[in-house]
């Protein structure tokens, strides 16, 4: 099939990426020139597992291109996805403005072409209630009489595993109207149901809505073991036994339920802030999600509490190393991240940082500049460091070389904000150890 991806940030060049891998034909259209340029030299940009390697091996059997011409890309598809951001604008609604201006765009280019053979549009980003209605109005305000439908089909792609959730989707919700328009999506997306997992076809507002859902109810899920953890914490219980136990549970699940310094990121944040907004213009109490944006600010400074705990309130001239930048692992992606409400803390407390990250320095450079040091690894982070910070659980840090950071740190004492070791490990290597919903391993514990 002839498809066209309209913006290729994160959800676009997956997209893209991944359709080009079943044998259709794409073409990626974006304004920036240099990321396009980037693109064609088989340069992802971004860092997402098996993303380089699918992009190159479809660059090379010619069946993905990239433009910064909308016209050709629309004249020359049958499908057109909207991947298109939709940041959060100052009252925390989705701001539609770009994916409105290319729908109208796209009907200009509509209006022109003589062949008039039925396009389909696909809102891939993430919209509220009521956009597919909106764009299918903008796009026929200027086409007149070409044949178009507009679908929403959300996407659910966790970063770091994104291309693995595009080619393996647990389900793919597709909004509708037309049967003409279902089936062709239902053909497009077969190959990546072919082991039995289900295709939904609703409406369109429920497949906007199931978005929102299902990313919220997942915040409201990290969120509600936070809370469970500050209070096994309190009251000297050990979240891990009670987080196994729970999940345990076939209705609860495994997942979402290990606890942390909060949730971050491009998605549930921006989505959970939405939903807000929409559920107010609704006129519809939304005390759950309130209580989640609120509680999750507060989770992302939990360990600022422990380290002004542990040096008497006072941390100028401290020098902290920080491992982990990005909002969890496996990815760059440093949105929202947790370790940056850290890093402000502690600057504006009057103490220094030397951070690593695998993957994401490079984007912190971007906010942070020479504000603070980085590290070409983790144990080099910690040479003359008062305490160590761990904000990504990041495999390489599980397994560390324990005896070179009690020889390179002033005091080994580690501020653990995502639960990678455990008490054990703190006694067994002798270490202060601070983690989330767990009694600390304090310094009378490492002499008995």
């Known amino acids: 099939m002839k498809i066209a991806v309209i913006g290729t940030g994160y959800v676009g060049l997956v997209t893209g990426v991944c359709l080009a891998e079943t044998g259709n034909r ?35 059997k010619s069946r993905i291109e990239f433009t ?58 993430t919209v509220p209630v009521g ?38 989707p647990d389900r793919i919700v597709i909004g509708i109207s037309s049967e003409k328009a279902k089936e062709l999506m239902k053909t497009l997306y077969e190959p990546f149901v072919r082991s039995g997992n289900p295709i939904y076809f609703m409406d369109e507002k429920s497949a906007e809505v199931t978005k929102y859902a299902a990313n919220c109810f997942l915040a409201t899920k990290i969120t509600f073991m936070n809370e469970i953890a500050n209070y096994c914490e309190t009251v000297g219980a ?14 609860i699940g495994k997942r979402f339920l290990f606890p942390g310094i909060g949730f971050g990121g491009s998605c549930f944040p921006k989505d959970i802030k939405a ?8 006129n519809v109490e939304s005390n759950v999600i309130d209580a989640v944006i609120e509680t999750n600010e507060k989770q992302k400074l939990v360990l600022i509490n422990k380290i002004l705990k542990h040096f008497n309130q006072d941390i100028r001239g401290k020098r902290f190393a920080l491992w982990g930048l990005a909002f969890k692992p496996e990815t760059d992606d440093v949105r929202e991240a947790p370790a940056f409400k850290i890093i402000d803390k502690i600057l504006e407390l009057g103490g220094k940082i030397v ?68 008490n054990e490990k703190a006694l067994k290597h002798k270490f202060v150890y601070y983690s989330i919903g767990r009694k600390p391993v304090l310094k009378e514990d490492l002499e008995r």
């Not at 920036?32 to 090379?60: C, M, S, T, W």
């Not at 939903?275 to 609704?282: D, G, I, R, Y």
């Open 68 to 125: 910064n011409d909308l016209k050709y890309a629309v004249e020359n598809s049958e499908i057109i996805f909207f991947c298109l951001p939709t940041p959060q604008g100052d009252d925390g609604a989705a701001d539609l403005k770009h994916v409105l201006e290319v729908a109208e765009q796209c009907g200009e280019i509509l209006s022109q072409i003589k062949d008039k053979t039925y396009k389909i549009f696909v809102n891939k980003s």
């Open 275 to 282: 939903l807000q907004k929409s559920f107010k213009e609704a």
């Open 238 to 251: 050990n979240v891990d036994m009670v987080r196994i136990a729970m999940g345990a549970d076939n209705r």
């Open 355 to 422: 951070a690593y990250d695998p993957e994401a320095i490079e984007n912190t450079k971007k906010v942070y500049g020479d504000k603070i040091e980085y590290a070409q690894d983790a144990l080099s982070a910690c040479k003359d460091a008062d305490a160590l910070i761990i904000a990504t659980e990041w495999n390489e840090f599980r397994t560390p070389d324990f005896e070179t950071m009690k020889n390179l740190m002033k005091e080994f004492v580690i501020f653990d904000g995502r639960n990678v070791f455990d």
């Open 26 to 60: 794409v073409i990626c259209v974006d304004k920036d020139n240099e990321k396009l340029e980037r693109f064609r030299k088989g340069d992802p940009v971004i860092y997402e597992k098996n993303l380089a390697e699918l992009l190159n091996h479809n660059l090379q």
């Open 131 to 168: 956009t597919a209605e909106l764009v299918r109005q903008k796009i026929q305000s200027k086409a007149g009489d070409f044949p178009f439908d507009v679908v929403s089909n959300p996407e659910f792609l966790r970063e770091g595993f994104a291309v693995e959730d595009f080619m393996k």
